[in-house]
């Protein structure tokens, strides 16, 4: 196992991730697309689109936690231009960690699109993976942009070519992702 690999899958919980022969598969048919960006204390995996970025991974070594790491990593994404999104664990308060993840990614400027739910049945844990979406943007963008993004995201990330690697079919993007439309009723 790789270095990098064995870096995530020790912090990651298994039902958020995924095998290192997809990963790498992703890295040699997206090329330049899907990217990973690697350093002593950091491990970035992301896909670069023409109109977003969507992280799929982000891990800082326990060493750097808190030391601002993170935000020059962010920091540098931004400076894309282009709006980023991901995916988070809803906050447990068993976890500790949920709420701090949470709290530097809404430090960083990130929202929650709250219109948007994401379940996922993991291919290989059959684990139920509730995840929340977040997003920052230079400018304002709709949920409904974002939950579009998402979509794509997800085909081209989480169940690009996964038959191969799991031996069944993934989820089809209706089933993992809900779109909430907001109803307004009128005061009478």
């Known amino acids: 196992m790789e270095k990098w690999y064995q870096k995530l899958t020790d912090y990651f919980p298994a039902n958020e991730m995924k095998s290192q022969e997809h990963m790498k598969t992703l890295f040699k048919d997206k090329e330049g697309i899907y ?3 690697e350093g002593p204390q950091h491990i ?3 896909l670069e689109k023409e109109d977003f970025i969507f992280i799929d991974y982000i891990l800082i070594t326990n060493l750097s ?3 601002g790491l993170g935000s020059k990593i962010m920091d540098g994404l931004k400076r894309k231009n282009k709006p980023i999104i991901l995916e ?3 906050v447990d308060t068993s976890v500790p960690d949920t709420s701090k993840r949470l709290r530097f990614y809404e430090r960083n400027g990130f929202k929650e699109a709250e219109g948007i739910e994401y379940k996922r049945i993991h291919a290989v844990t059959n684990e139920l993976n509730e995840m929340n979406i977040l997003y920052w943007s230079f400018s304002p963008r709709s ?3 974002v939950f579009d993004r ?3 995201a997800y085909e081209q990330v989480h169940a690009y070519r996964a038959r191969e ?3 069944k079919e993934p989820q089809g993007t209706n089933e993992v992702l809900y779109y909430k439309e907001k109803s307004y009723r009128t005061a009478y």
Do not use: A, N, S, T
């Open 65 to 67: 936690r808190g030391k």
């Open 35 to 37: 990217v990973k960006e």
């Open 44 to 46: 970035l995996v992301y």
């Open 165 to 167: 690697f799991y031996g």
């Open 143 to 145: 949920e409904r942009w």
């Open 88 to 90: 988070v664990d809803p």
């Open 150 to 152: 998402m979509q794509i």
